[in-house]
């Protein structure tokens, strides 16, 4: 398991599971072309950009990189890491058919391939590890996951936070516990 500090963008669902079989960081998707409506998720793709840097990795297809353009418009040079996948021709597992273009996408490479895509990249190492995360449990435990106000407490915590309101509850423990420490997030609950 590979530990960056980086934000790592990617298109889809598939992709950001592909990338969590060997990688420890926050993975953000952009929802393919729905990045360019969700203006919330482009500010928190900067925020993020200017905290810890990003890399983009999309498939090397034309869509792919009219996403990775329109994410990357705005943000520092030095704020960014290209990441971009070799053109191999095929078929997703998943997929009926192959895309347009007929390439494999980011779902569709090879774990060791994509690891040494990012070393490569000279992604940069994580922080010492957190010896006492947030966990699910503890977000139970504050009210914020399966109890009868979760989603009131949840949103106002995200809002607290200047983060994007439809941010997943996986997402939202790997941005804590790479940003804070677990009291600092007690205590920022506690104040809500």
Request: net charge positive.
């Amino acid at each position: 398991m590979l530990k960056i500090n980086e934000a790592v963008v990617v298109e889809g669902r598939y992709d950001k599971l592909k990338l969590s079989n060997f990688l420890d960081a926050v993975i953000i998707e952009t929802n393919g072309f729905g990045i360019y409506k969700d203006k919330e998720k482009l500010k928190f793709i900067r925020r993020l950009a200017n905290e810890r840097g990003i890399i983009i990795l999309t498939d090397s297809d034309h869509s792919g990189f009219q996403i990775r353009n329109y994410v990357a418009a705005g943000i520092p040079k030095d704020k960014i890491k290209h990441i971009y996948i070799p053109d191999i021709f095929g078929k997703e597992k998943r997929k009926a058919q192959s895309s347009k273009e007929g390439k494999l996408g980011v779902e569709g490479m090879n774990d060791e391939l994509l690891l040494n895509l990012f070393r490569k990249a000279g992604v940069s190492a994580q922080k010492a590890e957190n010896s006492n995360p947030v966990t699910n449990f503890d977000l139970f435990d504050l009210g914020l996951s399966g109890t009868a106000n979760a989603k009131q407490n949840k949103k106002r915590l995200l809002k607290r936070l200047d983060l994007p309101e439809c941010l997943s509850t996986n997402s939202l423990l790997s941005y804590i516990n790479s940003s804070m420490s677990k009291e600092e997030f007690i205590s920022i609950c506690s104040a809500l």
